[in-house]
């Protein structure tokens, strides 16, 4: 084993994920004197995505059936290039394709896995890993096994700009292994189906998570939404129970948002949520809950009742209005 | 369709999370275990296709707290076989232990499809799902919100960031990560639950951990900067007073 660090480029429709380069900025920030930093691309014409990734050498695989994420081939491409390079750490992104990949990898190579990383800092010869558990409720630090380790991360320990480099890297492709053999295969994209408003361009939005407790109190919200103006949002428990479209989703497998106020009623802050809301110019935070993670993320914050506050809160926006 | 669903238990964060004295894990006596709330989708999920296109459900759990009351539920709900996996889980389980716990039924079982919850909260060590497919050499898709099953393959529904959803065909067997079920877990009034406990019994099966896979933490504690965000003060009124002024000063009212 040396010292590198191989990262797993994530894209998705020819698009670059910001989690690459929140990788690429840890590993810069980790990589001793002498490691190398190593990109691994996977796809089909898009070694110019190598462009602007901060690495020292980017291994770029082409294939026609790699145009798009195949979790099966992505895991086999990887665990190739692991038991060639011997990294001393992978890193993915802890997202819907990391996530797919990491486990399998580190079960076929036997090879530890820490996953929900937000951090890695050196500490002497050590590396440790912090990471957010239980909803973010607690942190968990510890020391990297001295072997070659799986990690997959969160976005938010890095600025994205530092996984960036002005400087081309040296790409060397790779040759394709067999892929006719594929058990996965994908047959379309689908886009988001009912978009009756595009969340992603509100300046307010009113958002609710499970503290809403029953479908019925979403009426409460929908009020506060109208009188202020604002729309109205979910976190996935509330969408997994039909309650509101998938379009009003805010999160890891939904829309990442960037509105002038958050207003999160009821929302604990788990970190599959908060790492699509922290590009928001204020968040407001209203939870039961006084050590709700939320509050770590919200610039205000009242434990009050969001079904007590919110009819209150309406009732003064409209009166604002009139005025 | 023979489906087996491995499910896992993870503390209830309604209640207070306290660290034991050795400050790298959770005190075991004071946690409230519940079933992981992605495994309740996919033990629906797996109900819903054997409703649909017939078939087993068999539900796999660890022995923790509750989960007598999590195997019954779900032979209320429809599954057909209930499993309870003994072994000393007084120090937790790691996800990769749990994974091999399950394992050799599953290779016993030699079952069409394993559904299982996308992720559990408390994991630190990756998802059950991808673990197993790779234990099994098996095909993986994970964040799955829809399934349909087809001749020796299934069709997936997998999310993606920004609302995008992709449409797989996965071959048989293969293990899938449910993130959401087609329909919300259904509620089974505790009448049925009942009827079942008298009815439907729970195996038995007893297994070692092997952690291997997993890290150790060293420190476990709650998030720095808890007090960032400014509290408002007052009741109701003059919350909603201060709200008004912040939401006018920052020109969204």
């Given at each position: 084993?040396?010292?590198?660090?191989?990262?797993?480029?994530?894209q998705?429709?020819?698009?670059?994920?910001?989690?690459?380069?929140?990788?690429?900025?840890?590993?810069r920030?980790?990589?001793?004197?002498?490691?190398?930093i190593?990109?691994?691309?996977?796809?089909?014409?898009?070694?110019a995505l190598?462009?602007?990734?901060a690495?020292?050498?980017?291994?770029?695989?082409?294939?026609?059936?790699?145009?798009?994420f195949n979790?099966e081939?992505?895991?086999?491409?990887?665990?190739?290039?692991?038991t060639?390079?011997?990294p001393?750490?992978?890193?993915?992104?802890?997202?819907?394709?990391?996530?797919?990949v990491?486990?399998?990898?580190?079960?076929?190579?036997?090879?530890?896995?820490?996953?929900?990383?937000?951090?890695?800092?050196?500490e002497?010869?050590?590396?440790?890993?912090?990471?957010?558990?239980?909803?973010?409720?607690?942190?968990?630090?510890?020391v990297?096994?001295?072997?070659?380790?799986?990690?997959?991360m969160?976005?938010g320990?890095?600025?994205?700009?530092?996984?960036?480099?002005?400087?081309?890297p040296?790409?060397?492709?790779?040759e394709?292994?067999a892929?006719?053999g594929?058990?996965?295969?994908?047959?379309?994209?689908t886009?988001?189906q009912?978009?009756?408003?595009d969340i992603?361009?509100?300046?307010?939005?009113?958002?609710?998570?499970?503290?809403i407790?029953?479908?019925?109190?979403?009426?409460?919200v929908?009020?506060?939404?109208?009188?202020?103006?604002?729309?109205?949002?979910?976190?996935?428990?509330?969408?997994?129970?039909?309650?509101?479209?998938?379009?009003?989703?805010v999160g890891?497998?939904?829309?990442?948002?960037?509105?002038?106020v958050?207003?999160?009623?009821?929302?604990?802050?788990a970190?599959?949520h908060?790492?699509?809301?922290?590009?928001?110019?204020?968040?407001?935070?209203?939870n039961?809950?006084?050590?709700?993670?939320?509050?770590?993320?919200?610039r205000?914050?009242t434990?009050?009742?969001?079904?007590?506050?919110?009819?209150?809160?309406?009732?003064?926006?409209?009166?604002?209005?009139?005025? | 369709m023979?489906?087996?669903?491995p499910?896992?238990?993870?503390?209830?964060?309604?209640?207070?999370?306290?660290?034991?004295?050795?400050?790298?894990?959770?005190?075991?006596y004071?946690?409230?275990w519940?079933?992981n709330?992605?495994?309740?989708?996919?033990?629906?999920?797996a109900?819903?296709?054997?409703?649909?296109?017939?078939?087993?459900?068999?539900?796999?759990?660890?022995?923790?707290?509750?989960?007598?009351?999590?195997?019954?539920?779900a032979?209320?709900?429809?599954?057909?076989?209930?499993?309870?996996?003994c072994a000393d889980?007084?120090?937790?389980?790691?996800?990769?232990?749990?994974?091999?716990?399950?394992?050799?039924?599953?290779q016993?079982?030699?079952?069409?499809?394993v559904?299982?919850?996308?992720?559990?909260?408390?994991?630190m060590?990756?998802?059950?799902?991808?673990?197993?497919?790779g234990?099994?050499?098996?095909?993986?898709v994970?964040?799955?919100?829809?399934?349909?099953p087809?001749?020796?393959?299934v069709?997936?529904?997998?999310?993606?960031?920004?609302?995008l959803?992709?449409?797989?065909?996965?071959?048989?067997?293969?293990?899938?990560?449910?993130?959401?079920?087609e329909?919300p877990?259904?509620?089974?009034?505790?009448?049925?639950?009942?009827?079942?406990?008298?009815?439907?019994k729970?195996?038995?099966v007893?297994?070692d951990?092997?952690?291997?896979?997993?890290?150790?933490?060293?420190?476990?504690?709650p998030?720095e900067g808890?007090?960032r965000?400014?509290?408002?003060?007052?009741?109701?009124?003059?919350?909603?007073?201060?709200l008004?002024?912040i939401?006018?000063?920052?020109?969204?009212?």
């Amino acid at each position: 084993m040396n010292q590198d660090i191989l990262v797993l480029v994530e894209q998705v429709r020819g698009q670059v994920a910001d989690i690459t380069y929140t990788m690429l900025a840890q590993a810069r920030q980790l990589a001793s004197a002498g490691a190398k930093i190593v990109a691994l691309l996977i796809g089909n014409d898009a070694e110019a995505l190598s462009q602007d990734l901060a690495a020292d050498e980017v291994l770029y695989v082409d294939h026609p059936a790699l145009k798009e994420f195949n979790g099966e081939a992505y895991a086999h491409l990887l665990a190739e290039t692991i038991t060639r390079l011997a990294p001393r750490l992978v890193l993915l992104g802890d997202t819907t394709i990391g996530a797919d990949v990491a486990g399998w990898v580190s079960a076929r190579l036997e090879l530890p896995l820490v996953s929900c990383c937000r951090t890695i800092h050196a500490e002497g010869g050590d590396w440790v890993f912090v990471s957010p558990v239980c909803g973010g409720k607690l942190v968990a630090e510890g020391v990297l096994p001295a072997q070659t380790t799986v990690v997959t991360m969160q976005p938010g320990g890095f600025r994205t700009e530092q996984g960036r480099s002005a400087q081309p890297p040296h790409v060397a492709r790779l040759e394709p292994p067999a892929l006719d053999g594929l058990r996965i295969t994908l047959k379309q994209y689908t886009e988001p189906q009912g978009e009756d408003v595009d969340i992603t361009h509100q300046p307010l939005l009113v958002a609710v998570g499970r503290g809403i407790e029953r479908q019925d109190n979403l009426d409460v919200v929908q009020e506060l939404a109208d009188a202020l103006g604002g729309t109205v949002c979910a976190t996935r428990p509330v969408v997994d129970q039909n309650w509101l479209p998938t379009s009003r989703l805010v999160g890891k497998s939904g829309k990442t948002v960037k509105p002038t106020v958050y207003l999160a009623l009821g929302i604990s802050g788990a970190p599959e949520h908060c790492e699509a809301i922290t590009g928001s110019e204020m968040i407001i935070a209203v939870n039961t809950d006084p050590v709700a993670p939320i509050f770590n993320l919200a610039r205000y914050g009242t434990t009050l009742d969001l079904l007590d506050l919110a009819p209150v809160l309406a009732e003064k926006a409209r009166a604002v209005k009139v005025r | 369709m023979k489906i087996l669903v491995p499910v896992q238990f993870v503390p209830d964060l309604v209640e207070e999370l306290v660290i034991d004295a050795s400050g790298d894990r959770l005190d075991p006596y004071s946690i409230r275990w519940k079933l992981n709330e992605c495994d309740d989708h996919a033990i629906e999920q797996a109900i819903l296709l054997k409703e649909k296109y017939g078939g087993t459900v068999s539900v796999l759990a660890p022995d923790f707290e509750g989960v007598e009351d999590a195997l019954y539920a779900a032979g209320a709900k429809g599954a057909d076989r209930l499993v309870r996996l003994c072994a000393d889980f007084e120090g937790g389980a790691n996800t990769h232990a749990l994974a091999r716990l399950f394992l050799p039924l599953i290779q016993q079982e030699k079952p069409d499809l394993v559904l299982t919850g996308v992720q559990a909260y408390s994991s630190m060590d990756g998802n059950v799902g991808s673990l197993l497919a790779g234990m099994l050499d098996w095909p993986y898709v994970g964040y799955v919100s829809g399934v349909k099953p087809g001749d020796r393959k299934v069709w997936v529904r997998k999310d993606f960031p920004g609302g995008l959803t992709a449409e797989l065909e996965a071959q048989l067997p293969a293990v899938l990560g449910i993130q959401a079920a087609e329909t919300p877990p259904r509620y089974v009034p505790i009448s049925k639950v009942r009827q079942v406990m008298k009815t439907c019994k729970i195996e038995e099966v007893n297994a070692d951990l092997d952690p291997a896979g997993g890290v150790a933490t060293r420190e476990l504690r709650p998030p720095e900067g808890a007090t960032r965000a400014t509290m408002l003060d007052g009741d109701v009124e003059a919350v909603a007073d201060q709200l008004v002024e912040i939401l006018r000063a920052q020109g969204v009212l």
